[in-house]
């Protein structure tokens, strides 16, 4: 990998966020905290392949510079979204941030990443 494709990739915070299921209703993005990717580590809140996580894994796209700036699924929180705005490179609409816990209830072990819970 190219020493600027690593610097990109680096950029990433690992918050996990984007590899949760999500719909976009309206001006909201929201996050279903109870369903996620199966590589995802509900424990850890990363990926357990990143590294091989394109190859290995069809539905994972690479965020890229284009993505940061016009995918608004990702969160304002997210490191490629920071890293658009700070560089007046961001056009997507700004959503608002919400987050469910499918069907299931409020009943989980695990709480939530802190880092996760923005809401605009
Ligand atoms: S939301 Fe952004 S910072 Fe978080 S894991 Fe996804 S790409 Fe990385």
Same mark, same amino acid.
């Given at each position: 990998m190219r020493q600027a494709s690593l610097a990109w990739e680096a =950029?990433?915070?690992? $918050?996990?966020?984007?590899c949760h299921e999500k719909v976009i209703v309206g001006r909201q993005v929201i996050y279903d905290?109870?369903?996620?990717?199966?590589?995802?580590?509900? =424990?850890?809140?990363? $990926?357990?392949?990143?590294?091989?996580r394109l190859d290995r894994e069809s539905r994972c796209r690479r965020v890229t510079r284009f993505a940061a700036m016009?995918?608004?699924?990702?969160?304002?929180?997210c490191a490629y979204v920071q890293w658009a705005r700070s560089r007046h490179l961001r056009f997507a609409i700004r959503r608002h941030v919400r987050f469910t816990r499918g069907d299931r209830g409020d009943t989980g072990d695990e709480e939530p990443n802190p880092s996760l819970c923005l809401s605009e």
């Open positions: =950029k990433c915070s690992r $918050c996990g966020l984007c905290l109870d369903s996620h990717c199966e590589h995802y580590d509900r =424990k850890t809140h990363q $990926c357990k392949i990143y590294l091989q016009f995918a608004s699924y990702l969160p304002e929180s």
